[in-house]
């Protein structure tokens, strides 16, 4: 069905060294600082885009 979320960067240190954890599905661990995390989708908001005045979206 999908593709499983893959972050680019800690969110920690910035650090690029990850590997999927050991935790289960969605957790990540950085070589780097040694930390563990895991990627979670919230949903979707409500409210949508709206444009502010330079043209551009905003939230």
Do not use: T, V
């Not at 972050?7 to 563990?36: I, K, M, S, T, V």
């Amino acid at each position: 069905m999908s593709e499983r979320a893959a972050p680019f960067h800690c969110p920690y240190c910035g650090d690029e060294d990850l590997r999927p954890g050991e935790q289960g599905h969605g957790a990540w661990e950085c070589g780097a600082c040694n930390r563990a995390f895991q990627l979670k989708f919230l949903g979707l908001l409500s409210r949508g885009l709206r444009r502010n005045d330079g043209g551009g979206e905003a939230i």
